[in-house]
């Protein structure tokens, strides 16, 4: 499928404009509208995955690991919309390798050690420090 097609198959029925705002949000995507989704680079295949966000506006957004293999430019550009989700409302799950970005994104953290909840409150009360040991299985 197309970007194009991509976009509109997420597209609410009888809504207008929603394409059209994934597309100003992500210039690139506009420029590959016609372009098979699968011959994206990574970071436009986030972004179009990202461009959800402008289609359904939705309540909750889970992300794996959106900044994996991406030029640190990418990434910055995906986490201002991030950003923007969540002050539209929107509740982030988000798995990062980057703890200090996810920590900054954050208004709540859970920290997993082996598949038990090892941690849980504000990122102010967790240094990434504290969170690498724990990804790592060492003392902090």
């Known amino acids: ?15 207008k404009g929603g394409v ?21 680079s990574g970071g436009e295949q986030q972004m ?13 957004v889970l992300l794996d690991e959106v ?7 990418i990434v910055d550009e995906l986490y201002v919309h ?3 989700a969540a002050a539209s409302g929107a509740a982030l799950l988000l798995v990062e390798q980057y703890v200090s970005r996810a920590l900054n ?3 709540y953290v ?8 090892d941690f849980v409150g504000q990122p102010c009360e967790l240094g990434e420090s ?3 040991a724990a990804y790592l299985g060492v003392s902090a």
């Open 1 to 15: 499928m197309t970007v194009d097609e991509n976009l509109r198959m997420q597209t609410k029925p009888n809504e």
């Open 20 to 40: 059209d705002a994934a597309v100003d949000a992500f210039p690139r995507l506009a420029q590959r509208r016609r372009q098979l989704a699968g011959s994206l």
């Open 48 to 60: 179009l995955a990202l461009a959800s966000m402008y289609l359904g506006r939705p309540e909750v």
């Open 67 to 73: 900044s994996m293999g991406l030029a640190p430019k």
């Open 82 to 84: 991030l950003r923007k």
């Open 105 to 107: 994104l954050a208004q």
């Open 110 to 117: 859970y920290v997993l050690k082996k598949g038990e909840v």
């Open 130 to 132: 504290e969170v690498l």
